[in-house]
C-alpha cells in the first residue's frame, strides 16, 4: 500500500520546501528587476530626450535646500507597493520598449509631450501626495496657502491635478511659473515707431489701424454686407442639432481683422490698464448683469466720453499666459469674455472707432468668405478625420487642411503663428483652428429656431449664462473645425483651478485654447 505521504517515494514535505524556495526566488528576482528598472540611469536608456536629465537637475525635484532628490519612478509611478505600481510599470515599461525598438526617437516632439494635456498622462497625484504630506507648511505664501486649502476641498469635486499648477516641478520650464506675473513679457516691437494717430478711414476699403501712444498696428479687412445661408444642412458629415436650422442672414458691411487679436496688442492694451492696486470695476459687472448690454452700453451710450484713464484693464494673471509659446504675433490667450469687451472698449477710446466682438453671425459670414461648403477650402470632413475602421488604420487625408489650419494634427500642442496658414478667400488668417474666438453672442444651443428663417444683422438670444465661441482651436479635429460648428464659453471648468475668492474676471486657469479677434464698424 503506497504512503499518502509520499508521492512515487517522495515526501510531500520536500515538494512543499520547493515551492517556498521557488517562490522566494520568484520574489526575489522580481524585486531585484522591479529596483534595478527603476533607477533613473535605466529610465534614460529608453527616454531619449534631449535635455530631461539637465531640467530634472535643475529642478525643485533635485536643486533644494533640503537635499532631497525625487526621482523618475516617484513621480512617473504610482506609490511604491501598491498594485497600481507594479500594473503601470508593466504597461509603461511594455510601451517604452515597443517605441524604443520600433520608432526613431529624433522624430518625437519632445516639446509637445511636455505639455500639460500629455503629462497628466505620466504623473500620479497618489505619488505627489505620498511625499508633500503637509500641503500648508509654514514656507508656503498667503496666494499658495489658500491655493492648497482650494486643493484640498475641491480635489475630488473638480478632478484636480497637482501638475495643473505645478507642471515645471519635474523637469524645469523657465516659462512655466505658478505664482503672480511682475512686469510684461518682452516684445520685439520696443524700438518701433510710436504712433501719434491712428489710421483714418475716409471710404470703406481695408485699412491698417495704427494705436497711437504704442507702436502697434494690425490690419483690418473689408467685408461687403451681403446675405448667406447660416449652419448647415442635415446631411453634413459631422453635424450637430445647434447648427441648424439653417436660416438665410442679411448683413450689413463691416470691417474685421485679418488676424486673431496678437499678444502684441494684448500687452499693450494691459501695459496702459492693468488694475493692479485700482478698484475693481464690480459695478460694471453688477450693471451688466442687469442690464445685459454692451461693454459700451454700460459705460457710456457716447464712446468718444470715455476716457482711457478711466477703464481698469486686467489684473496681473498667475505665471505667463502665453506658455512660454512665444509672444508678438500669436494670439493671446487665456483671457476671459469679459477681458475681451473692456479690450474693445480700450481700442475704442485710443482710435475714435467703434471696435467690439463679432457677433456669431458676422463671424460665419466671414469664415464662409462666399463658400457653402463645409470649409472654406476643399475637402470632405470625413476624409479629414480619423474617425472610421480604414482612416485609423491607414490614416487621413491631412495634405489640404493642413495648409489652411492650425489642430490637433500640426500644432504640436500650442498656438501658432499667422504665417504658418494660408488665408481664406477674405485675406483672414486662422479663421479655423489655433484658438477659439469670442462671438458677442449668448449661448443657446436652439438659437437658429428662435428668429425667424430670414433675418438682418442678427445679435443672438437677449440673456444666457454662456457666450458663443467659434473656429475650433489647436487641439481641435477636423469634425469640430467647419465653419458652422458652434460651441460655447464653459466659464466654471475653465477656472476650476483659480483659487481666488472671488476667481478672476480677467484671466481663465485652465484653458489655453480661448482668444479673440475685433470688428471695427462702418
Not at 526566488?25 to 531585484?32: G, L
Not at 481695408?206 to 446675405?227: C, H, L, R, W, Y
Amino acid at each position: 500500500m503506497t504512503n499518502n505521504k509520499n508521492i512515487k517515494g517522495i515526501p510531500k514535505i520536500y515538494f512543499l520546501l520547493a515551492g517556498i524556495i521557488v517562490g522566494c526566488a520568484f520574489i526575489a528576482i522580481f524585486s531585484w528587476t522591479m529596483d534595478i528598472t527603476s533607477t533613473d540611469e535605466y529610465c534614460q536608456k529608453c527616454h531619449i530626450h534631449s535635455d530631461a536629465d539637465q531640467r530634472w537637475q535643475l529642478s525643485s525635484h533635485v536643486n533644494n535646500k533640503s537635499g532631497t532628490v525625487t526621482h523618475c519612478v516617484e513621480c512617473h509611478l504610482p506609490p511604491k507597493n501598491s498594485f497600481a505600481h507594479y500594473t503601470e510599470k508593466i504597461k509603461l515599461g511594455i510601451n517604452d520598449l515597443w517605441s524604443f525598438y520600433t520608432k526613431d526617437s529624433a522624430q518625437f516632439d519632445w516639446e509637445a509631450k511636455s505639455q500639460l494635456e500629455n503629462a497628466v498622462k505620466f504623473v500620479f497625484n497618489e505619488s505627489c501626495k505620498s511625499c508633500h504630506i503637509n500641503l500648508l507648511s509654514k514656507e508656503l505664501s498667503d496666494d499658495g496657502i489658500i491655493a492648497h486649502l482650494y486643493y484640498e476641498k475641491n480635489e475630488k469635486k473638480l478632478n484636480l491635478q497637482c501638475i495643473s499648477c505645478h507642471l515645471s516641478v519635474g523637469h524645469y520650464n523657465p516659462n512655466v511659473k505658478h505664482e503672480r506675473m511682475v512686469g510684461i513679457p518682452m516684445q520685439s516691437n520696443l524700438n518701433r515707431q510710436i504712433f501719434e494717430n491712428a489710421t483714418a478711414i475716409d471710404d470703406f476699403s481695408s485699412f491698417k489701424e495704427q494705436i497711437p501712444g504704442t507702436s502697434v498696428s494690425f490690419n483690418m479687412v473689408a467685408i461687403d454686407g451681403g446675405t448667406f445661408e447660416m449652419g448647415s444642412y442635415e446631411n453634413e458629415p459631422f453635424r450637430k442639432n445647434n447648427e441648424g436650422p439653417v436660416r438665410k442672414i442679411s448683413l450689413s458691411p463691416f470691417f474685421i481683422a485679418e488676424t486673431e487679436v496678437t499678444w502684441e496688442m494684448y500687452w499693450a492694451f494691459y501695459s496702459e490698464t492693468m488694475s493692479e492696486g485700482r478698484i475693481p470695476p464690480r459695478e460694471v459687472l453688477v450693471a451688466n448683469e442687469k442690464a445685459k448690454n454692451s461693454i459700451f452700453d454700460i459705460f457710456n451710450k457716447d464712446k468718444t466720453n470715455i476716457e482711457v484713464d478711466a477703464i481698469s484693464g486686467p489684473t496681473p494673471p498667475f505665471g505667463f499666459p502665453d506658455q512660454g509659446w512665444g509672444g508678438d504675433d500669436r494670439p493671446a490667450i487665456m483671457m476671459t469674455h469679459y477681458a475681451a469687451e473692456i479690450f474693445c472698449l480700450w481700442l475704442s477710446q485710443k482710435t475714435g472707432k467703434k471696435y467690439r466682438l463679432p457677433t456669431e453671425a458676422e463671424w460665419e459670414y466671414a469664415a464662409r468668405a462666399d463658400t457653402k461648403t463645409p470649409y472654406f477650402f476643399e475637402g470632405d470632413p470625413k476624409n479629414f478625420s480619423d474617425k472610421g475602421f480604414f482612416r485609423k488604420i491607414f490614416g487621413a487625408d491631412t495634405t489640404n487642411i493642413n495648409s489652411f489650419v492650425t489642430y490637433a494634427k500640426n500644432s504640436r500642442n500650442k498656438t501658432g503663428e499667422p504665417s504658418r496658414v494660408r488665408k481664406n478667400p477674405y485675406g483672414l488668417t486662422n479663421m479655423l483652428g489655433n484658438v477659439l474666438e469670442y462671438c458677442s453672442d449668448w449661448y443657446a444651443p436652439d438659437a437658429y429656431s428662435q428668429t425667424d428663417s430670414e433675418i438682418a444683422n442678427p445679435k443672438g438670444p437677449t440673456t444666457g449664462t454662456e457666450h458663443v465661441v467659434r473656429g475650433g482651436y489647436y487641439l481641435s479635429t477636423p469634425e469640430d473645425l467647419r465653419c458652422a460648428a458652434r460651441f460655447s464659453t464653459e466659464h466654471e471648468n475653465w477656472l476650476k483651478t483659480d483659487p481666488q475668492i472671488p476667481k478672476s474676471i480677467w484671466w481663465y486657469s485652465d484653458f489655453k485654447g480661448i482668444g479673440f479677434r475685433v470688428v471695427c464698424e462702418w
